[in-house]
């Protein structure tokens, strides 16, 4: 079983970027596909971004597409969220989660992912 702990998040002003990290301990991190959810009090948990087992499919919600870059590097057990030209609105926890599968599936949702980490506080400030 993978086990994920986020890192980078912090407090950052409106329009400035921040790249979260996620590592991945356990075997066969390369057969899951690996995703990117936030949640704010109050508020469902909200899709983000996901990526394929080899990084060659990617999707995004609508509201960060060419904003936010999934990305992941295998032999290193490492999933990253590059966050640019930050907004207000995207202050919330960010967490990364393990699917079930190799592949994303469309829409991508919640229940697809089995593996949670325990998510790294993003604030931007206005």
């Known amino acids: 079983q993978v086990q994920l702990v986020e890192s980078g998040g912090g407090l950052v002003q409106v329009g400035d970027s921040l790249r979260l990290s996620c590592a991945a301990s356990?075997?066969?991190?390369?057969?899951?596909?690996m995703g990117w959810f936030r949640q704010t009090p109050g508020q469902e948990r909200e899709f983000v971004a996901a990526i394929n087992w080899n990084g060659a499919d990617t999707r995004y919600t609508e509201s960060v597409k060419g904003q936010f870059s999934i990305s992941r590097d295998n032999a290193k057990n490492m999933v990253y969220l590059q966050m640019n030209s930050l907004k207000p609105e995207d202050t919330a926890v960010y967490s990364c989660?393990?699917?079930?599968?190799?592949?994303?599936?469309?829409?991508?949702?919640?229940?697809?992912?089995?593996?949670w980490g325990q998510g790294t506080q993003v604030t931007v400030s206005s």
């Open positions: 989660a393990a699917a079930f599968g190799r592949t994303v599936r469309v829409p991508t949702k919640t229940y697809m992912f089995r593996i």
């Open positions: 356990g075997r066969s991190f390369s057969d899951y596909a």
